[in-house]
């Protein structure tokens, strides 16, 4: 059968400094490579932080500002007072606890698209394996 691989997401940027400022300054990502096709083109950008990896696009039609993206994370908790600890001024999530089981913390990137860390409530996280 078939096997399917990693997804990763494109999300669509407008400022790429404020971009920076956010992944990178807040979140904890690192930038893995950047792509202009000229000094005058949209940046296309990759970055990481873990097994985690997100596209970056100023590119029209890549991505539609608003998507949301689920994250498996192991210790959501301590990414919580990770981010809280930053005093980021444009954001200060919280960590809810869901009626599907979940503990989460979700937060908007400053062009409209929402990030969601999430694990299982018996902290089942980045190693669980999906239901079959």
């Known amino acids: 059968m078939t096997k399917l691989g990693n997804v990763?997401?494109?999300?669509?940027?407008?400022?790429?400094?404020?971009?920076?400022?956010?992944?990178?300054?807040f979140l904890g990502f690192t930038i893995d490579w950047e792509?202009?096709?000229?000094?005058n083109a949209p940046l296309y950008v990759g970055?990481?932080?873990?097994?985690?990896?997100?596209h970056l696009s100023e590119h029209h039609g890549d991505g539609t500002p608003g998507s949301t993206v689920r994250i498996r994370t192991q210790d959501v908790a301590g990414l919580h007072q990770e981010l809280i600890g930053k005093r980021y001024r444009?954001?200060?999530?919280?960590?809810e606890h869901t009626p599907w089981?979940?503990?989460?913390?979700t937060v908007a990137d400053p062009f409209g698209n929402r990030l969601t860390f999430w694990e299982e409530a018996d902290g089942q996280g980045a190693e669980a394996e999906p239901a079959s």
């Open 8 to 25: 990763t997401p494109i999300l669509r940027i407008f400022d790429v400094a404020k971009a920076h400022e956010f992944y990178v300054g």
């Open 47 to 54: 970055i990481s932080r873990d097994a985690c990896v997100l």
């Open 101 to 105: 089981q979940t503990r989460e913390v």
């Open 90 to 95: 444009f954001a200060r999530p919280g960590l």
């Open 35 to 39: 792509h202009r096709f000229d000094d």
